[in-house]
């Protein structure tokens, strides 16, 4: 039993990161693209949802070719003694990057839908532009962030294919619970994979459930 | 109407589903470019038959057949493998052959900024990673682990461990320089030679040696019978050979 624990915490820190990450990223992002006028903002936001199209394959080779020991922004990194191939670091970079679009489309989304009316009215009572976000335009969007942040919560959770290629398989250290899964199947050790699979589909069960207790209307209403 | 046309073409192009004339060998990884020679010069001799090759690292092979995926020829890494195949009943124990063997050799990056020149040099703290397959399904990885059992350097070097999905893999991490130091068979380190550098063949307790057999229940058991007959011929050794595999 206490084997399929081990990549569940990891799992777990690892997912916690990289959503952490995504609010702040993500929401700061949506608020900047719904608030800026130019042609080159489609550019900008088909650029920043292509995570959730790209085969994570796709995405991890990026990641390794940028981010290794000799890659661009890797020998550059080693140099400052930090290595972030086959590290759980990595895997949180790897889980962040699939799981940005969700809370990206959903923020801009919720942005978009507030009322600016609303906006001009806490100018014209003298609010200043970061009291307004953080007073009116943020509590007006937070449910539709929510849902974003729990929909990256269970895909960070569940990333496998970037994460495997950038953070390896390192018992303890990088082996995820997707990973652990895989390389149980792979060893023909059923009684580990069938553990782990229970786990993994009640953890995912229990996340829906207390979105669904957490996050207003938007969210409930996927609900089956 | 040409976007149609283009969608059907879409549908029906590229390779469709296994003919009758196709011969499914599965073969452990180490064996890619060679099978793959293998069974171009299989098809001039054999026309009207056509190999797919299947590779992946020995154990999950066997894992696809015991689980009745449609190989017909089942070439391991390793007797431990083949052994499990066997205990399985996915293969037919008369056919099984010893077709070649091979080395296991300790590779480092050609730029290393660590210098290894032998086992012993793993234990060094400036060595940080080192590469091999998983000793629960890899071949590779439980000839490095019987080897390195035996100098006793097992404890401190699985403590660097990566564990590679298969062998080429190792090679991959090692040709990137993400490790400091893998373990392969010297035919892969060939593969690969202006990447890494062979600092060590490695012995094994037990010694490297490759099975081949006839899946248990194909459908095309005289054409497996004879490309595992062509495997080890005079002209099957000729082409091993030509990527360093040795007669078993």
Known sequence: ?224 | MQLRSLLALCLLAGPGLASAADLTVSAASSLTDAFRAVGTAYETTHPGTHVVLNVAASDVLLRQIANGAPADVFASADQTAMDKAVAAGAIDVATRRDFASNRLVLIVPKDASVHVGSTADLRQPAVKRVAYGDPASVPVGRYTQAALQQQGLWEAVSAKGVLAQNVRQSLDYVARGEVDAGFVFATDATVMKDRVNVVATVPTPRPIRYPIAVVAGTAHAADAASFSAFVQSADGRRILASFGFQAP
């Open chain 1, 1 to 224: 039993m206490g084997a399929a624990w081990i990549p569940l915490a990891l799992s777990l820190k690892v997912a916690l990161w990289a959503t952490a990450i995504n609010l702040v990223l993500g929401v700061a992002v949506a608020f900047g693209l719904s608030r800026w006028r130019s042609p080159a903002r489609d550019v900008v936001d088909a650029v920043l949802t292509l995570p959730l199209v790209l085969p994570p394959t796709v995405l991890g080779y990026y990641l390794l070719v940028l981010l290794g020991r000799r890659g661009r922004v890797g020998a550059w990194l080693h140099e400052l003694g930090v290595d972030l191939v086959f590290t759980w670091q990595g895997a949180v970079i790897a889980a962040t990057l699939v799981a940005f679009p969700l809370v990206h489309k959903a923020a801009r989304a919720a942005f978009e839908a507030v009322d600016p009316q609303l906006e001009s009215a806490a100018r014209v009572l003298g609010l200043r532009e970061a009291a307004v976000f953080f007073r009116v335009s943020l509590p007006l969007a937070a449910r539709g962030i929510t849902a974003g942040v729990l929909l990256a919560f269970a895909r960070a959770l569940g990333e496998f294919g970037a994460t495997l290629m950038i953070a390896g398989n390192l018992p303890g250290r990088t082996q995820t619970l997707s990973v652990a899964i895989y390389t149980a199947v792979q060893a023909g050790d059923d009684r580990s994979a069938a553990l782990m699979v229970a786990v993994t589909s009640v953890t995912c069960v229990a996340v829906l459930l207390l979105a669904g207790r957490l996050a207003p209307d938007p969210v409930r209403r996927m609900r089956p």
